[in-house]
């Protein structure tokens, strides 16, 4: 049962994991297809506000054809939503997937649509401004190109400075690329973001730094996910434990009406297959502390009651010694009183022995012995106490051959005394001692060929100081304690005693059943 409560457990953590990693790979898709498209925008934006302010750029740039599909297209040709064509018409710049890059659109000053289409926006984007820095500031003079470099840094949205500390350049392979091209694209190790290396006319190289790429583990993102991440986790562990804090509580309330003396008081637990367990284990103590809070009250009356009359008949013993005329008469109370105190510590022997096996039972320490030695034992010493009965042991081969049994021998021998000794004391003349025992289990029956007992007080029998004859003699009363003493033992080896009837002999069958082996300690 723990094994299969713990691996539910850690299969509803697995699932709860899993749906939260779902939903955070979710969140972090949905959420960067937004930045993402956000980006294009804003980082396209400078070259596509270049390009709406310049006449005819397809006809001033056709160089712009090299790095990506450049057209305007009227707006009635567009198969976009109506969403986008809203954007557009309020002049904003519009970003969009497709299946060989990006698109990103812009409405111009004569109501057409400048689309573009880049394999790799960031690049294409990077190498176009830098071009068109290029052409601006081959037509300038050396004089005014650092004024140039400010504005067109303003308008393209990119940081051109000259570079002056040959350090500063990059490898080799980029210088070649340059003295092709005029322009090379590059990343600086120790930066984030593309670099432009451009070659004017004149030999100049001016160093264009483009924004930082899209970067899809923005720290604003992974604290969203963390955010989300805890919150989702808080909240099931909220809804999950709540339903446990409830069944706590109720199992705190059952404590504090037991502690109050409510002794009945038990707790539910509903559905909740959480507690569940738990919840049974505190109502099998609550009913064990109701059981030997009974057994005290009960232990506590009948043992006043028993005690009255050995003292009864000390006091009398000692008022008959001081009229005592005669050694003989001294010495037959003096007898009389040595009885009572022997039966007073003879009750006290049983009431601690029956106290300790009902208040949680001794510690067992359970060894493996020959029960029939335990049984041939109890039934010789119970011969020579009463020579006048005929007490037999019944054992046949198979059980000789499975007489070993894990068993405390001192109390099982406590066990078997108290049956031999009790249908011994109402025999009329024989009790039959029958042993059968098998690889599972053991079994001892005790009969007599007594009166028997009444069907309807089988189970009576049984309890703490009950007795059906209302006797209070030394011979034949007892204490009522005998048989309260052999099921506790019982209970404490795993099995169980009950009374039948005799078929054999007429009288009563006291029986004993446990396992023959225990694996495991038996526990309340």
Request: a negative charge; glycine letters at 6%.
């Amino acid at each position: 049962m723990p094994l299969k409560f713990f691996l539910k457990l850690y299969a509803r953590l697995i699932g709860l994991t899993f749906l939260i990693l779902l939903l955070c790979a979710a969140l972090f898709l949905g959420v960067n297809s937004v930045r993402e498209q956000y980006w294009q925008e804003r980082f396209s934006e400078p070259l596509l506000r270049w390009l709406v302010a310049t006449p005819h750029p397809q006809q001033q740039y056709p160089w712009l054809k090299s790095f990506y599909d450049f057209r305007v297209t009227p707006p009635g040709n567009l198969s976009v939503s109506d969403v986008i064509m809203e954007r557009l018409s309020y002049g904003q710049v519009v970003a969009m997937d497709t299946s060989i890059g990006q698109q990103v659109m812009v409405r111009n000053d004569s109501g057409g649509i400048i689309d573009l289409r880049f394999r790799d926006i960031y690049s294409d984007v990077a190498e176009a401004t830098a071009l068109i820095a290029r052409l601006h500031l081959d037509d300038m003079s050396s004089d005014g190109r650092e004024g140039a470099m400010s504005q067109l840094s303003d308008t393209l949205g990119v940081e051109l400075l000259p570079v002056r500390d040959q350090a500063a350049l990059p490898d080799s392979e980029v210088l070649e690329r340059v003295s092709e091209r005029g322009i090379s694209l590059y990343h600086h190790p120790s930066r984030d973001r593309a670099q432009v290396l451009i070659r004017l006319e004149d030999g100049t190289l001016v160093d264009m730094a483009m924004p930082a790429p899209f970067s899809p583990w923005a720290w604003p993102v992974m604290l969203l996910l963390l955010v989300v991440a805890g919150s989702v986790l808080a909240l099931a562990l909220y809804l999950a434990l709540r339903d446990v804090d409830s069944n706590l509580r109720a199992v705190e309330s059952v404590a504090i009406r037991i502690a109050r003396g409510e002794m009945g008081a038990r707790v539910d637990a509903g559905d909740s297959r959480l507690v569940s367990r738990l919840a049974a284990a505190f109502n099998g103590m609550a009913e064990h502390i109701q059981r030997l809070v009974g057994v005290q009250r009960e232990m506590i009356h009948a043992v006043s009651h028993e005690l009255r009359t050995p003292v009864a008949r000390i006091r009398f013993g000692v008022q008959m010694i001081e009229s005592a005329n005669s050694p003989e008469a001294l010495q037959k109370q003096l007898d009389g009183i040595d009885g009572d105190i022997q039966e007073l510590d003879e009750l006290i022997d049983e009431i601690l022995t029956y106290a300790r096996l009902e208040q949680g039972g001794p510690v067992f320490a359970l060894q493996e012995r020959s029960v029939i030695d335990i049984v041939r034992q109890v039934v010789s010493e119970q011969q020579m106490v009463r020579p006048d009965h005929t007490i037999e042991a019944d054992i046949d081969d198979e059980s000789e051959r499975w007489s070993l049994s894990d068993v405390e021998p001192r109390y099982l021998h406590r066990a078997v005394q108290n049956l031999v000794g009790n249908a011994a004391r109402y025999a009329a003349g024989r009790v039959k001692v029958h042993c059968q025992f098998d690889e599972d289990n053991c079994r001892i029956d005790v009969e007599d060929d007594g009166p028997g007992i009444p069907e309807e007080d089988w189970e009576k029998v049984f309890t703490a100081f009950a007795r059906l004859d209302d006797s209070r003699t030394r011979t034949s009363g007892g204490y009522g304690l005998g048989l309260s003493i052999v099921r506790r033992i019982l209970y404490w080896h795993g099995g169980q005693a009950f009374v039948s009837r005799s078929d054999e002999l007429g009288g009563a069958r006291f029986s004993l059943v446990w396992p023959r082996k225990k694996p495991v300690e038996h526990t309340l």
